[in-house]
């Protein structure tokens, strides 16, 4: 994409790009970064050399005393968290129920919200910005106070109760997800050139083809840590999928991992592993998607 | 195998039906004649939205009205108002709210915009950053059990057990578990047990910040910055200048997002601060208290509104500024 750049008038940037560039940010920062990024690794370091500790030593002494001796390892809290049966069902089913919840419910709340915040930037219609305005306060309308309202509306005889309530679940969370959805990718697409969007309009393409042909592409950074953040609402959730759901055979993981610590009384250790296991998908999808993050999107579109 | 074949087939079944009903919309808008074509093209697009977020409007509208009810659900007038506004322990409550609104907001955007801005084009940029990301991975139940390993008052409790380091013998301090701080009576504000929950949260939302502000600073054009760079800015006033307004929008988004969600701070209130024990208590955990434990609905309404009324501020200055934004291109 870097090839289609207009060398701004005047000046003729070309053999300079990246080593300017790269010049921007200097050791110190860079040294903060790191120091911060230590800083906040942590209080995770103690959870995961905790979740290879045998059970009498994480419940006497603190995780640091590991490093004085380093072969005291067991892979236990492991091994009990993924023999451990929930409700006579194995855990890996409840990893299967998670990934069934999370995907569609992560993945129907942003194509809505980027359709309606194309709409609420490049349309024109009626009480356009009143609404959004709205929608927007929408957003702090607490998932708790609209529990019982939705649970009535689902649990009456209009609404389907199909594959063990997992669609109601989808709704919820698309429900629940959409007016952060929608504020972000507003403020992302609404700012995208002006320029662009009217040349394509004058050349006749319809709403739709914008959206998907240059809408879309050029919100690939947005539209990917939204689904980040997203998914890991979704992925991490227990309140919902335990409020919508049907039985514990529709359960995700963090009802086992609760389930298991409260039948279990005092093995709250075992939650050391857990936590590590819910957190390896959401970790997968964020360096995934992390490429994503691309720079350049909009070169060439607009005068520098 | 069962297992992942159905999920699988639930999840593709899922998508497609939804795909299937937007396309046949779009589709049918497409058959009329303008300028009905026009309209039900916009309905197409924001209507899915609109009929998701009524399942967020009733309940508001219920709400409403019940606040101005008592437990009995018999009309209470403002008094449920009044209360909030003259109870001493209600007073702290909202005190709470607000310190948590400034303080994280603060904390959590400030550094997101630190990391984007000299993270870019480090060398381990991605390390860096999956680093800061790391606790926003993790569920709140792993986060409970992590900041147990920092703030117990046992053994395992880093904070105590590098207290327990200074010369002398020193006292083991209950962090989270008593209105005390080193023999100091906390009620100045913010108490200062919600100050530790606090920091929780700093460590979980600088994630979001900085992934959405990183996101951000890759979309500033490359030549915006070399020119004003060959214009003889230094970094420092090219970052400041240049950067820093192009990406505003961003922040301001970041911020207001990060304000809302933590003024609605609920489930670690009750995890950590033990249901708004020793001063922790916040306007949404004080919601559900209210509502369901204590039987109070009115009260507990009543809460909720006013935080709705607490975003409306917020909400208006950021319409205003992106529409000045709009205006200024």
């Known amino acids: 994409m870097t090839a289609t750049i207009a060398p701004a008038p005047g000046h003729d940037l070309t053999p300079l790009p990246t080593k300017v560039a790269k010049k921007l940010g200097s050791p110190v920062g860079r040294a903060a970064v790191w120091m911060?990024?230590?800083?906040?690794?942590v209080p995770t370091m103690g959870l995961l050399i905790s979740s290879f500790r045998p059970e009498d030593d994480i419940k006497s002494t603190g995780w640091w005393t590991w490093f004085t001796e380093p072969t005291n390892v067991t892979l236990e809290n492991y091994s009990g968290v993924l023999e451990n049966k929930v409700n006579g069902l194995p855990f890996s089913d409840f990893f299967w129920n998670t990934v069934r919840i999370a995907i569609p419910a992560a993945v129907i709340p942003i194509v809505i919200a980027a359709f309606a915040a194309y709409a609420f930037s490049w349309m024109k219609f009626k009480g356009r910005d009143l609404i959004f305005v709205l929608i927007v306060g929408l957003m702090v309308v607490p998932l708790q106070m609209c529990l019982i309202p939705l649970l009535q509306f689902f649990g009456s005889s209009y609404f389907p109760d199909a594959l063990e309530g997992t669609p109601t679940i989808w709704?919820?969370?698309?429900?629940?997800?959409?007016?952060?959805?929608?504020?972000?990718?507003?403020?992302?697409?609404?700012?995208?050139?002006?320029?662009?969007?009217?040349?394509?309009?004058?050349?006749?393409?319809?709403?739709?083809?914008?959206?998907?042909?240059?809408?879309?592409?050029?919100?690939?950074?947005?539209?990917?840590?939204?689904?980040?953040?997203?998914?890991?609402?979704?992925?991490?959730?227990?309140?919902?999928?335990?409020?919508?759901?049907?039985?514990?055979?529709?359960?995700p993981m963090t009802f086992a991992m609760v389930d298991?610590?409260?039948?279990?009384?005092?093995?709250?250790?075992?939650?050391?592993?857990g936590a590590f296991v819910t957190m390896i998908v959401p970790l997968i999808v964020f360096l995934s998607l992390q490429r994503y993050f691309v720079r350049g999107l909009l070169a060439g579109s607009v005068k520098g | 195998m069962l297992v992942i074949l159905k999920t699988l087939l639930t999840v593709g079944a899922g998508i497609l039906v939804f795909a299937a009903i937007l396309g046949v919309l779009y589709w049918l808008?497409?058959?009329?004649?303008?300028?009905?074509?026009?309209?039900?093209?916009?309905?197409?697009?924001?209507?899915?939205?609109?009929?998701?977020?009524?399942?967020?409007?009733?309940?508001?509208?219920?709400?409403?009205?019940?606040?101005f009810h008592d437990r009995n659900d018999d009309w209470y007038g403002f008094r449920n108002y009044v209360d909030i506004f003259t109870d001493e322990d209600n007073l702290l409550v909202m005190r709470n709210t607000l310190w948590w609104g400034v303080m994280v907001t603060l904390a959590s955007t400030v550094m997101g915009v630190i990391i984007a801005r000299y993270a870019d084009r480090m060398r381990g940029?991605?390390?860096?950053?999956?680093?800061?990301?790391?606790?926003?991975?993790?569920?709140?139940?792993?986060?409970?059990?992590?900041?147990?390993?920092?703030?117990?008052?046992?053994?395992?409790?880093?904070?105590?057990?590098?207290?327990?380091?200074?010369?002398?013998?020193?006292?083991?301090?209950?962090?989270?578990q008593e209105n005390t701080f080193f023999g100091i009576e906390n009620n100045f504000i913010p108490g200062i047990n919600t100050f530790f929950i606090m920091i929780v949260v700093i460590w979980i939302q600088a994630g979001f910040s900085t992934v959405v502000i990183s996101a951000a600073l890759k979309g500033v054009p490359d030549d915006l910055v070399e020119a004003a760079r060959i214009d003889g800015a230094t970094d420092r006033q090219a970052f400041y200048k240049v950067v820093l307004?192009?990406?505003?929008?961003?922040?301001?988004?970041?911020?207001?997002?990060?304000?809302?969600?933590?003024?609605?701070?609920?489930?670690?209130?009750?995890?950590?601060?033990?249901?708004?024990?020793?001063?922790t208590s916040t306007i949404?955990?004080?919601?559900?208290?209210?509502?369901?434990?204590?039987?109070?609905?009115?009260?507990?309404?009543?809460?909720?509104v006013l935080l709705f009324l607490l975003v409306v501020p917020i909400v208006f200055v950021n319409a205003r500024n992106q529409k000045a934004m709009r205006e200024a291109r």
Not at chain 1, 195 to 218: K, N, W
Not at chain 2, 55 to 63: D, K
Not at chain 2, 134 to 153: D, E, H
């Open chain 1, 171 to 251: 709704l919820a969370h698309a429900i629940f997800g959409m007016p952060i959805a929608i504020f972000l990718l507003k403020n992302f697409i609404g700012s995208l050139p002006s320029e662009v969007i009217e040349a394509a309009r004058v050349d006749g393409a319809s709403h739709m083809t914008i959206f998907t042909r240059i809408v879309l592409p050029l919100s690939v950074p947005a539209l990917a840590s939204l689904a980040i953040f997203q998914f890991l609402w979704v992925w991490n959730d227990l309140l919902v999928a335990k409020v919508f759901g049907g039985g514990a055979e529709s359960q």
């Open chain 2, 125 to 176: 940029e991605p390390v860096a950053k999956a680093l800061i990301f790391l606790p926003t991975a993790i569920s709140m139940v792993g986060a409970g059990v992590i900041w147990n390993f920092v703030y117990s008052p046992k053994e395992y409790g880093l904070l105590n057990s590098m207290y327990q380091l200074l010369p002398g013998e020193q006292k083991t301090q209950f962090f989270l």
């Open chain 1, 260 to 273: 298991m610590v409260g039948n279990k009384g005092n093995e709250w250790q075992l939650l050391t592993a």
């Open chain 2, 29 to 67: 808008a497409s058959q009329l004649h303008e300028p009905w074509r026009e309209r039900a093209r916009v309905a197409v697009f924001v209507g899915p939205a609109i009929v998701l977020l009524t399942g967020l409007v009733l309940p508001a509208i219920i709400n409403l009205r019940l606040s």
């Open chain 1, 36 to 41: 911060l990024a230590a800083l906040w690794t």
């Open chain 2, 245 to 279: 307004p192009y990406i505003k929008g961003t922040i301001i988004t970041v911020a207001t997002t990060t304000t809302i969600a933590v003024l609605k701070i609920f489930d670690i209130i009750q995890t950590m601060g033990k249901g708004g024990s020793f001063g």
């Open chain 2, 284 to 304: 949404a955990n004080e919601m559900y208290e209210q509502g369901f434990p204590q039987d109070n609905e009115g009260l507990g309404a009543a809460w909720a």
